[in-house]
């Protein structure tokens, strides 16, 4: 079922729908909704496993400061019918590359948020030339079989829950990190992940858990920033340094307060990052 303009207004305040345009890429698999927001170069925000585009909204709004941000729903966001067929990784880059030639963009800033960040970095493998820099936050260069995310792998795939199961709750909670977040804060990831549908979750899991980037890093010729947090419980320092090692072009960002989420937990630095990141890439 196709997402309706009522669903989309949900996720946005007032401000937002003043500040942002939406629109529709019509894409060979499936019809992208799209926002933007700002003026200047263009970046685009790819968004995590679940939450989409309302996730990652509050980010855009502030890198909208520096950049023209455009962000699109990932295949199967809207609609899991979407990935009826055979949906692999590769699917979802060549989604990306002809998103921003339907956009008509020339070499692009992207950054890519976990799930979004794996997109990105298998984009800059294969299409290098067509960026302009890459900054990924909450990725690492393989699949950490750690507990946390085999427990929440399969109980996505194995058990049909209910919207808002406090399970699958406290797995968000912890992506925040060790440590308190206001109330706020934690009920608006709930309830932009589980806009998200149960099957849809699944399939990206899938993804990641066969997940190896070490043999591809070295054809990534573009600039890439990679930010991580301190408290970060899905990805592991090793992974990590593996992904800066195997890239030519690699910036290391450590993130003291945030988690997998560092994005929402210290949104203010990860812009002044990416900013800086971009804008210098351009210069050089």
């Known amino acids: 079922m196709k997402v309706s303009s009522a669903w989309l207004q949900r996720l946005e305040t007032p401000s937002d729908q003043n500040e942002s345009q939406s629109g529709l890429a019509q894409l060979s698999h499936y019809s992208a909704t799209y926002r933007e927001w700002g003026e200047g170069p263009p970046l685009i925000l790819l968004p995590g496993l679940a939450g989409g585009i309302g996730l990652v909204t509050p980010l855009a709004r502030l890198l909208a400061r520096s950049f023209r941000v455009i962000s699109y729903q990932l295949r199967g966001e809207e609609n899991c019918f979407d990935l009826r ?99 706020e804060r934690i009920e608006f990831v709930t309830r932009q992940c589980w806009q998200t549908d149960q099957c849809t979750m699944a399939h990206r899991f899938r993804l990641v858990r066969k997940l190896d980037l070490r043999p591809r890093l070295s054809k990534i010729r573009t600039p890439v920033m990679i930010i991580t947090g301190a408290r970060d419980v899905v990805v592991s320092d090793k992974s990590v340094l593996d992904l800066c090692s195997g890239i030519e072009d690699a910036r290391f960002v450590r993130l003291h307060n945030g988690g997998h989420l560092a994005f929402l937990v210290e949104p203010e630095r990860v812009c002044r990052e990416v900013a800086t990141f971009a804008y210098g890439c351009c210069v050089a």
Request: proline share 5%; charged share 20%.
């Open 85 to 183: 067929r055979r949906v692999e990784l590769k699917d979802l880059v060549q989604d990306l590359h002809e998103f921003i030639e339907w956009r008509g963009l020339e070499r692009p800033d992207v950054l890519g948020l976990s799930f979004g960040g794996v997109i990105g970095l298998e984009f800059a493998a294969r299409y290098s030339h067509r960026l302009n820099s890459l900054t990924v936050q909450g990725v690492g260069a393989r699949f950490d079989r750690n507990l946390l995310k085999i427990v929440a792998g399969m109980v996505l795939s194995g058990y049909p829950l209910p919207a808002n199961n406090s399970f699958i709750n406290q797995f968000f909670h912890l992506l925040f990190g060790r440590g308190p977040q206001p109330r």
